[in-house]
């Protein structure tokens, strides 16, 4: 058994270096990298060059087409059983590879899989705020963090493998601005595949980006939400729109507020609760009050990004007009 893994990279060969040197201290080293530079006016390929002779790599380059469709030209050259996706900014445990194959050497059965992110102790206030609010059971409900899901799992694809032979037979990623891997993975389930999650197989995700790109990156998978009931229907459950009711009752609370304090009552507990949770989990001042704006901002972003997804599906057509951009990384 090898794994092939895949990395799309957009104008980010710090991250790569990172992630390229995690790689190399990997105590189960059997797998090759293949690199995808999507377009990139800041290029990679010094940074490929520096790690060539510590583990076997692919580098190609090409027009920008977008993360899924470079991961698709990243798997026409993989040479192993199985496509293992990580975003550019994960860096990779050194058990990682080892946990997998012991994994799937017990479970013969599973045909793709996914694990947890988490983060590190070298990670900024910022990161860790979002991390908490990405990962938090009062916000997402804890399942990005770790919380194995009672349903069925969708791996994504900051820590995703599948089968070579079943990545084929889908027809690999669609080209879609957002939800793209999710899409993958219903896909692959709706195809009879089968899927896992493992809790120990878990990457480090830095998520390098301010509190105004993570209000777009929440906005639109909010909207992907939509999408992807309108390609997979009936996948939409009840928790999903929550975070629509939470930013309509922000919204409406800081009106109020205008008019009587006690309106703002409500909202007050709901920060300090997220305050008192992220103080007892990080022991830090500072991060548990970065962590209730960054809490803010992805119920609220996702929320206003589920609901113009909404509005918009009454016009039909929502994943057409949610496909590929000239303009996806801007």
């Known amino acids: 058994m090898g794994f092939s893994v895949i990395i799309p990279v957009y104008n980010r060969p710090d991250e790569l270096d990172a992630l390229l040197e995690s790689l190399c201290g990997q105590l189960n080293k059997n797998f090759e990298v293949v690199v995808v530079e999507d377009g990139s006016s800041s290029t990679s390929e010094k940074v490929v060059e520096k790690y060539r002779d510590d583990i076997p790599l692919t580098y190609i380059q090409q027009k920008n087409t977008g993360p899924a469709l470079a991961r698709n030209k990243g798997a026409e050259h993989a040479k192993h059983d199985w496509l293992l996706f990580f975003d550019s900014d994960c860096e990779i445990p050194e058990e990682y590879f080892a946990t997998v194959q012991k994994f799937l050497d017990e479970h013969t059965d599973t045909d793709f899989f996914g694990g947890p992110d988490r983060e590190a102790e070298n990670f900024s206030t910022l ?17 990005r963090g770790g919380k194995k899901r009672a349903d069925l799992f969708y791996p994504r694809t900051f ?172």
């Open 159 to 330: 820590n995703m493998g599948v089968r070579k032979e079943a990545f084929l037979k889908s027809g690999g990623f669609k080209n879609l601005r957002f939800g793209e891997d999710l899409d993958f993975s219903m896909r692959l389930l709706e195809m009879g595949y089968t899927s896992a999650y493992i809790d120990e197989a878990c990457v480090i995700h830095r998520r390098r980006s301010g509190l105004r790109a993570f209000f777009k990156q929440v906005f639109n998978s909010g909207m992907a939400r939509i999408v992807l009931e309108e390609l997979h229907p009936g996948t939409l459950r009840v928790i999903h729109t929550l975070p629509s009711f939470f930013a309509v009752f922000t919204l409406f609370s800081i009106l109020l507020g205008f008019y009587s304090f006690y309106a703002l009552i409500p909202l007050f507990f709901v920060m300090l609760s997220w305050f008192i949770h992220a103080l007892f989990l990080t022991k830090s001042l500072s991060v548990a009050l970065t962590a209730v704006f960054s809490s803010f901002v992805q119920l609220c972003g996702y929320g206003l990004g589920f609901l113009r997804g909404w509005l918009l599906s009454f016009k039909g057509n929502v994943a057409g007009e949610f496909a590929f951009r000239d303009t996806f990384y801007e």
């Open 127 to 143: 990161q860790k705020g979002i991390n908490y609010a990405m990962t938090s059971v009062l916000t997402t409900g804890g399942i």
